[in-house]
């Protein structure tokens, strides 16, 4: 999305690579603070980024 690397957008929300790619993998749990600052670089909401729809 936006075409931002994983460094990029850690860098914009201020947390490590690492800490990206493990939110990715859905390997770490990270803060509403976190959710909240991702979801304004991306220009998305919880909703789109966070909550997985039910099949």
């Known amino acids: ?3 931002l690397s994983q460094s990029e957008l850690a ?3 201020d947390v490590s ?3 990206i790619v493990a939110i990715e993998k859905g390997d770490y749990n990270p803060t509403i603070n976190l959710c909240i600052k ?5 220009g998305k ?3 789109e980024l966070f909550w997985e729809e039910e099949a």
Do not use: H, P, Y
């Open 1 to 3: 999305m936006k075409d």
């Open 11 to 13: 860098e914009k929300v």
């Open 17 to 19: 690579r690492q800490t």
């Open 38 to 42: 991702i979801c304004k670089v991306l």
């Open 45 to 47: 909401t919880l909703d």
